[in-house]
């Protein structure tokens, strides 16, 4: 099976300009992510709308794929991002891994988890999960939260803690439900992906500003994974200097 690692990059950002190139331990910040993404993949590839970006990446012999500037998301970088690599390579993805540029301490293993579910034809979207197990990230909107069925299939994607404990000081209810947070990570099948790349923003998506409800609004099964690592996105001046601290 063929599975392309694809890691969409943007150059603007509001709170860390040029986030992709920001140096972390003397290395751009995409570079670690390609190379931690490498060890799991045959094939990655960033894919973005700028040429500093691109400059960058070709400088450490990586595979780039130049994009529009008028995508919404992540996920129709890709959309359009696997198509030219299929003219590219003369092969079309099996399925497609997008990989957040902005985690330069991904482990492999979660890439290759993800990958391999969809060894199960049925599958056709896949995230990863992780058990939330304080109060901090618990009640945190900007790690979203995800309630699944007994198939591992996605319900709900909030910004809000799912479920609502009922009669639970909220202090004590990671002692009374296993809450999990969403990392942010999506496998797609190439079919899928330029399937859900056509569709318009949903009333849920718009609330939540979370596009996986866009998918679940229009039918789509997301199958959730759960994995015992967290993530660790760079998305200010704070994180970087605590990216470049860590051990």
């Given at each position: 099976m063929f599975?392309?690692?694809?890691?969409?990059?943007?150059?603007?950002?509001?709170?860390?300009?040029?986030?992709?190139?920001?140096?972390?331990?003397?290395?751009?910040?995409?570079?670690?992510?390609?190379?931690?993404?490498?060890?799991?993949?045959?094939?990655?590839?960033?894919?973005?709308?700028?040429?500093?970006?691109?400059?960058?990446?070709?400088?450490?012999?990586?595979?780039?794929?130049m994009?529009?500037?008028?995508?919404?998301?992540?996920?129709?970088?890709?959309?359009?991002?696997?198509?030219?690599?299929?003219?590219?390579?003369?092969?079309?993805?099996?399925?497609?891994?997008?990989?957040?540029?902005?985690?330069?301490?991904?482990?492999?293993?979660?890439?290759?988890?993800?990958?391999?579910?969809?060894?199960?034809?049925?599958?056709?979207?896949?995230?990863?999960i992780?058990?939330?197990?304080?109060?901090?990230?618990?009640?945190?909107?900007?790690?979203?939260?995800?309630?699944?069925?007994?198939?591992?299939?996605?319900?709900?994607?909030?910004?809000?803690?799912?479920?609502?404990?009922?009669?639970?000081?909220?202090?004590?209810?990671?002692?009374?439900?296993?809450?999990?947070?969403?990392?942010?990570?999506?496998g797609?099948?190439?079919?899928?992906?330029?399937?859900?790349?056509?569709?318009?923003?949903?009333?849920?998506?718009?609330?939540?500003?979370?596009e996986?409800?866009?998918?679940?609004?229009?039918?789509?099964?997301?199958?959730?994974?759960?994995?015992?690592?967290?993530?660790?996105?760079?998305?200010?001046?704070?994180?970087?200097?605590?990216?470049n601290?860590?051990?």
């Open positions: 599975i392309a690692g694809i890691i969409p990059a943007r150059y603007a950002s509001t709170r860390l300009p040029g986030k992709p190139l920001a140096v972390i331990k003397g290395k751009p910040m995409i570079q670690h992510v390609y190379e931690r993404s490498a060890e799991a993949l045959g094939y990655v590839a960033v894919a973005t709308d700028d040429d500093r970006i691109k400059d960058a990446v070709m400088q450490f012999g990586g595979r780039v794929v994009t529009s500037r008028e995508h919404r998301s992540g996920t129709d970088r890709c959309a359009e991002a696997v198509v030219k690599i299929s003219d590219e390579t003369g092969e079309k993805p099996d399925a497609v891994i997008n990989i957040q540029g902005d985690e330069p301490f991904i482990k492999p293993g979660q890439i290759s988890q993800l990958a391999e579910a969809f060894n199960d034809p049925s599958v056709h979207i896949a995230t990863l992780k058990q939330i197990d304080n109060n901090e990230e618990l009640f945190d909107p900007a790690l979203p939260k995800v309630v699944f069925n007994i198939k591992n299939e996605a319900l709900y994607f909030s910004r809000w803690p799912l479920p609502y404990v009922r009669d639970v000081e909220k202090n004590s209810w990671t002692e009374k439900f296993s809450f999990y947070r969403h990392l942010g990570m999506y797609y099948r190439t079919a899928t992906l330029t399937e859900i790349a056509k569709l318009m923003p949903s009333p849920l998506e718009c609330a939540e500003s979370l996986q409800n866009r998918w679940l609004e229009n039918c789509y099964i997301i199958k959730v994974i759960v994995t015992e690592y967290g993530s660790f996105s760079v998305d200010t001046p704070e994180d970087l200097q605590k990216a601290n860590l051990q």
